[in-house]
């Protein structure tokens, strides 16, 4: 199974950009597909983005189409996301997670990363 982190979160102004990435480790990182998944306070973890193994097909929410990019670097093991013109009701934990097959439900998903905090302030 494979081991996910989060990085690159922080605090940013409504407007700004910030991207996330996640690293795995301990699998075949360009066998999986991969997907970003946020929770907010009280609220239930919501899908924002996935892609399959190759880069090649991408599904966004529509709450952040346009704005988020979702990518991967398989030679690094690595997923980002390009998060553009942030809004307040983007705060949230920004999870990542692996799968064999692209998906849109947390509940297909088997790994998971420990997450990183994303706080958009007005």
């Known amino acids: 199974q494979v081991q996910l982190v989060e990085s690159g979160g922080g605090l940013v102004q409504a407007g700004g950009s910030l991207r996330l990435s996640c690293l795995a480790s301990?699998?075949?990182?360009?066998?999986?597909?991969m997907a970003w998944f946020r929770q907010a306070p009280g609220k239930e973890r919501d899908f924002v983005g996935a892609?399959?193994?190759?880069?090649?097909?991408?599904r966004y929410a529509d709450s952040v189409k346009g704005r988020f990019t979702i990518s991967r670097d398989n030679a690094k093991s690595t997923l980002y996301l390009q998060m553009n013109t942030l809004k307040p009701e983007d705060t949230a934990v920004y999870y990542c997670?692996?799968?064999?097959?692209?998906?849109?439900?947390?509940?297909?998903?088997?790994?998971w990363g420990q997450g990183t905090q994303v706080t958009v302030s007005s």
């Open positions: 997670a692996a799968e064999r097959s692209i998906a849109v439900y947390p509940q297909r998903f088997s790994s």
């Open positions: 301990g699998g075949t990182f360009g066998t999986y597909a």
């Open positions: 892609i399959d193994w190759s880069g090649g097909i991408r």
